[in-house]
């Protein structure tokens, strides 16, 4: 039964990678100063959703905003509040516009094809440490509860390795110098291990990740929800999981816009985020009358399709200075930056609805 449910998942992860590779392409410039070249590190969608685009933008008409996204969980309010009217009632048109990497997303804003995104902190910090600010955090989008994890530590299936202390030594698998590998970071020393125990072994892509941990060819490795949690149903060990962290808030996502837009289009940015609380209000009331909506804009391994607990997203919530601070004592440690840029020039609350 485990190596039908591991070859499930294998093939699951093929039609990912397939997929990916047949997505259409937004034109993208070479890569932005300071951005660290890294593969994906989500599950990128099995197809655009059939909304991914806005309809009127579709049709010709006037774009106010568009968004590059990942389609993850995180995602799920645009969806709910374009299938709701929630951006028309709030008098804004929103482009969704979908990336196979963080790499690629992190383009499209820095070469303007888009006006904002949904990314990790760890994005906006590079960017804007590397040249006069140029992108400002306006909200929270999710972060780990103490219920709901975003990523885990998973041991192979059969492994040894039990406890946090078992990862002595052991091979963890990451992508090198993004989210994944500061929250393994500050997730193992937090449990007890030192600099000298904790082993990397960088295999950017996620499918890649997957296979080699699952196969014992990787004694562990940090995968992202709800993929971690089919890894789980199919034999592997969850060690850690950044529900550890909850407390720190350090592991989140967050919605950010660049500075020229937030200028130019203040208005249209305070709609989104109205419609964007809508959606969450809506999706926290009622998780489960969302699970289709979810499930047709973005790639979820069946053995959790209609298991999985979708988790409450945050409602006017945005990045702390003390987050910042520590997203950014992490870079200058592992050389990525070379000074951090302020928080106060990187994070605005000014756009939150009240």
């Known amino acids: 039964m485990r190596k039908q449910s ?11 990678v397939l997929t990916a590779c047949g997505a259409p392409q937004t034109a993208v410039t070479e890569s932005s100063p300071g951005l660290t070249p ?27 905003l568009r968004v590059a996204y990942i389609p ?59 040249a006069e600010p140029s992108v400002r955090i306006v909200a929270m989008a999710r972060r780990a509860s103490e219920e709901a994890p975003l990523f885990r530590i998973l041991a192979a299936p059969g492994s040894d390795v039990k406890t946090p202390a078992d990862l002595a030594g052991v091979s963890i698998g990451i992508s090198e110098n993004t989210v994944i590998q500061y929250l393994a970071d500050r997730l193992l020393r937090g449990a007890g291990l030192s600099t000298g125990d904790i082993v990397y072994e960088s295999v950017p892509a996620i499918p890649t990740r997957f296979n080699l941990m699952m196969e014992g060819q990787l004694g562990a490795a940090v995968l992202p929800d709800p993929l971690a949690t089919a890894a789980m149903q199919a034999g592997a060990i969850n060690v850690l999981d950044d529900t550890a962290l909850a ?43 969302y699970r289709q909506l979810w499930l047709d804009n973005i790639s979820v391994p069946e053995s959790v399709q209609n298991t999985y607990e979708i988790p409450p997203f945050p409602l006017g919530e945005i990045t702390s200075e003390s987050v ?17 840029a302020p928080y106060a020039t990187s994070v605005d609350p000014g756009f939150l609805p009240e």
């Open 247 to 289: 407390g720190q808030q350090l592991s989140q996502s967050v919605l950010s816009f660049s500075n020229a837009v937030l200028e130019q289009k203040p208005e249209a940015i305070r709609a989104f985020l109205r419609a964007w609380n809508r959606a969450v209000e809506a999706l926290n009331a009622d998780p489960d009358s």
């Open 38 to 64: 890294t593969a994906e590190e989500s599950v990128p969608t099995e197809a655009v959703a059939e909304g991914g685009a806005d309809a009127a933008a579709a049709a010709g008409e006037q774009v106010d």
């Open 72 to 130: 993850v969980l995180d995602v799920l309010p645009f969806f709910i509040a374009q299938q709701n009217g929630y951006f028309a009632e709030e008098g804004v048109t929103v482009e969704f516009v979908p990336a196979s990497s963080a790499l690629e997303r992190e383009q499209l804003l820095a070469s303007g094809d888009v006006d904002g995104m949904l990314t990790d902190v760890i994005g906006p910090a590079i960017t804007n440490a590397a």
């Open 324 to 340: 910042w601070n520590d997203v950014n004592d992490w870079l200058l440690e592992r050389g990525i930056i070379a000074q951090p």
């Open 6 to 16: 591991i070859l499930f998942l294998g093939l699951f992860l093929l039609l990912i």
